[in-house]
């Protein structure tokens, strides 16, 4: 995409927060999809990237795509609408951490008390079947 503010309506000098806004009043037009929004929230949020990406807008005189082989593009179709075209192999960085999740000494108890629990059962069961 030539000029990731512009498509937002946010200003350049926008912070996370209003961002963060204008990528969901696309999502809730459903003028975005998560492909994209990975994208625009990586450029946008990660400074190194911003300041790459504010360098082409600053270059650009007219709109033009700028795809290459490790980034995405986003271009202006004959209809004159966004289309985004992802390039092939392409990882895309979240800011999103998955949790570790530890087990909890209440789930090995509670696990324990349901095959004693099961255990007893299954021997009442069985003094039951022999009568």
Request: aromatic share 6%.
């Amino acid at each position: 995409m030539d000029n990731i503010y512009a498509w937002l309506g946010i200003a350049p000098t926008a912070n996370e927060a209003e961002i963060l806004a204008a990528i969901a009043r696309k999502k809730q037009s459903y003028q975005i999809n998560t492909t994209q929004e990975v994208h625009i929230k990586q450029v946008l949020l990660t400074p190194h990237l911003r300041k790459h990406h504010d360098a082409r807008v600053a270059a650009a005189d007219h709109p033009t795509a700028f795809a290459t082989e490790d980034t995405a593009a986003f271009d202006i179709n004959a209809q004159g609408a966004l289309t985004y075209t992802p390039a092939e192999n392409r990882m895309l960085a979240t800011r999103t951490k998955l949790k570790k999740t530890k087990v909890h000494s209440s789930n090995i108890l509670y696990i324990s008390l349901a095959v004693a629990l099961l255990a007893f059962l299954c021997s009442l069961l069985f003094q039951l079947s022999a009568i």
